[in-house]
């Protein structure tokens, strides 16, 4: 005697045939670090920068050159061909970090703001020259040049952003 309750009964067949049911199973991923880099370009910041390292330089040459013993505005020298007192060199070291710094920084509104105040500053300086400074026009005319083009850069010129991803497993 069995203790199989269906023992007696008929087995029915399935007309259709049985499709096994498979369980998806949930695919764990291994752990990764991911990094993201941006880097940033813009024309009008390398011309700043390198705009703020001519002025710089000259400034600190025309200031070495002159001393600071006696008046500022005496004696006269000569750098790189163009008339300079100790004033106006440290006028152009002022002019340099100011234009280093938002050079570097690649903010267009800094740029645009600073070489507008450096084109401003030189074209009086070319218009009506001050005998104090002993600029001369030229020099002055070609610094508002160097400005006004960086202006134009951080106004028109887009910055150009890259972004890196890297993905690498623990």
């Known amino acids: 005697m069995t203790n199989d309750p269906y023992a007696g009964e008929p087995v029915i067949q399935p007309t259709q045939p049985v499709i096994p049911v498979v369980r998806a199973t ?41 001393g600071t013993e006696g008046p500022l505005d005496e004696p006269i020298v000569a750098v790189a061909g163009f008339d300079h007192t100790a004033i106006l060199g440290f006028i152009e070291i002022g002019a340099g970090i100011l234009l280093l710094a938002v050079g570097l920084s ?26 104090a400074l002993a600029v001369e026009r030229s020099f002055a005319v070609l610094i508002v040049i160097a400005a006004a083009l960086i202006a134009a850069l951080a106004a028109l010129v887009p910055t150009m952003w890259r972004t890196t991803e890297h993905v690498e497993p623990i």
Do not use: K, N
Not at 33 to 62: D, E, H, N, Q
Not at 106 to 131: K, M, N, T
């Open 26 to 66: 949930s695919v764990v991923a291994a752990p990764v670090r991911r990094s993201m880099a941006w880097r940033t370009f813009s024309p009008a910041a390398v011309l700043a920068v390198l705009l703020a390292i001519f002025l710089a330089v000259m400034g600190a040459v025309a200031v070495i050159r002159a």
């Open 106 to 131: 690649r903010d267009r509104g800094g740029l645009l703001f600073v070489s507008i105040l450096v084109a401003v500053a030189a074209l009086i300086a070319a218009i009506e020259p001050i005998e």
